[in-house]
């Protein structure tokens, strides 16, 4: 089963190079399941039993299922879509020594820019196409070994090893290819050529340079897994196959992906926006609840924020904290953090580590070392507007933020497992203390 769970993944981030791509392959998976597409711009007639998601630009997506009888609250987690990335400019094409094609891009989120470079590289996103019917989404995926990243041979860059400043507009512009300008076809020919478009009909796009090398299973008895984009989309992968596997019961089972987490989480897709909310409060409204019912539902409900964490780097320990330091392979990380990066308290913890043990699944704990800053997750950020109990949690991994990521073969498996028993767990406050089902 750990196999296949690897091999399920390696096969979801291959078809997922951006975040368009993993909420479209989740699309098509939940509608071969029998669940139903709502728009939000519509009125939503639920059912009991119903099979429901609701996607926001592309990009986000919150799942759902309803009980056949009486619900009592929402079993929620929530993980992301995006990574860091370079993102393509308006205009791209640069040409150097009126020869050599560039590409002019941004950086996405905190990369690890040295990881990107000598490796094949490619393009992929969404187009705005015009249509008869106003404008089209068509989305793109070249698959091809497209660019690369050469890096400045060591005799003309001695610093290299020693410490560099990577920046953006000089040193990371991807190799495209060579030719005279006027006389070779131009990127967005090609990107059109791709979608089966025309170029003049391209109104608009948003394109990603991704990484090309596949997942792969390594390690002297094969434990370690590594491929771009273990963090999230190991969380996504994970809360997918648990949300579908999952048993019924009085609780509404809910897979919320967002988008936009690695640069802060305000957009209408992220987790600062009020698309979760949105969504919880019309399912209520569709079963007749009053506003005071929907409070009370959200008194009763729980959320997993799931986004990988820190494994102890066994080449710079001194980087983790004295007392707390999940390595590989040893099961899901609890996230902790005094300033409240993290929502992790000791109620919510408790209650996770509870459904853990029932289920056989082993559990560790991150701090930041005290000394040195660390990140955040949505958790804390989608509380804001949906202020359910909430615990951080992630599979434990090294170099986070890489182009190709590394992390534990076994810890995929403990993580669908324990998140198919809190889908299949109901938490109910008591008058001192809580009551797990």
């Not at 070779?184 to 948003?206: C, N, T």
């Not at 196959?241 to 690695?262: G, M, W």
């Not at 979760?276 to 399912?283: F, K, V």
């Not at 799931?306 to 780097?313: I, L, S």
């Amino acid at each position: 089963m750990i196999m296949n769970y690897t091999e399920g993944l390696f096969r979801f981030i291959e078809k997922s190079p951006t975040p368009f791509h993993v909420i479209d392959n989740m699309k098509q998976e939940l509608a071969e399941q029998g669940y139903k597409q709502l728009l939000e711009r519509e009125e939503w007639k639920l059912e009991q039993g119903g099979k429901y998601y609701v996607i926001r630009n592309g990009s986000a997506m919150v799942a759902f299922r309803v009980p056949k009888g009486t619900f009592g609250g929402f079993q929620i987690v929530a993980s992301h879509s995006d990574a860091p990335c370079l993102k393509l400019k308006e205009n791209p094409e640069l040409w150097s020594e009126q020869a050599y094609v560039r590409l002019n891009v941004e950086k996405y989120g905190g990369m690890i820019c040295s990881t990107w470079f000598d490796r094949p590289l490619s393009v992929a996103g969404r187009l705005l196409v015009k249509s008869e019917e106003g404008v089209t989404v068509k989305l793109v995926q070249i698959d091809k070994d497209l660019l690369m990243l050469p890096s400045l041979a060591i005799h003309m860059n001695r610093d290299i090893n020693t410490g560099y400043d990577y920046h953006a507009q000089k040193d990371m512009l991807p190799l495209y290819g060579m030719g005279t300008k006027g006389e070779k076809e131009s990127f967005m020919d090609r990107i059109a050529r791709e979608a089966d478009v025309k170029e003049e009909d391209i109104l608009g796009s948003d394109l990603y340079v991704y990484n090309r090398m596949p997942g792969s299973v390594w390690g002297s008895e094969d434990e370690f897994i590594s491929s771009g984009k273990l963090d999230d989309l190991e969380c996504v992968y994970s809360s997918m196959a648990s949300f579908l596997s999952a048993e019924e019961h009085d609780r509404i089972p809910v897979h919320c992906v967002y988008d936009n987490e690695e640069v802060g989480s305000s957009t209408r897709q992220g987790a600062a926006s009020t698309f979760l909310a949105d969504t919880l409060e019309r399912i209520q409204e569709a079963f007749g609840g009053s506003a005071s019912d929907y409070r009370r539902l959200i008194a009763g409900s729980m959320m997993l924020s799931a986004d990988n964490a820190h494994a102890v780097h066994p080449n710079y320990p001194e980087k983790a904290c004295p007392s707390n330091r999940p390595l590989v392979n040893q099961g899901v990380v609890i996230k902790f953090s005094g300033n409240q990066r993290y929502t992790s308290d000791g109620v919510t913890a408790a209650v996770f580590r509870s459904i853990c043990g029932k289920a056989g699944v082993p559990t560790q704990v991150f701090t930041n070392h005290s000394d040195i800053a660390g990140g955040s997750t949505l958790g804390n950020i989608s509380a804001l507007q949906v202020p359910v109990p909430c615990v951080d949690i992630g599979l434990p991994q090294l170099a986070m933020h890489s182009s190709y990521e590394t992390a534990g073969v076994k810890d995929l498996e403990y993580m669908i497992i324990a998140m198919k028993g809190f889908y299949e767990a109901a938490t109910e406050e008591m008058e001192n203390g809580i009551k797990i089902q």
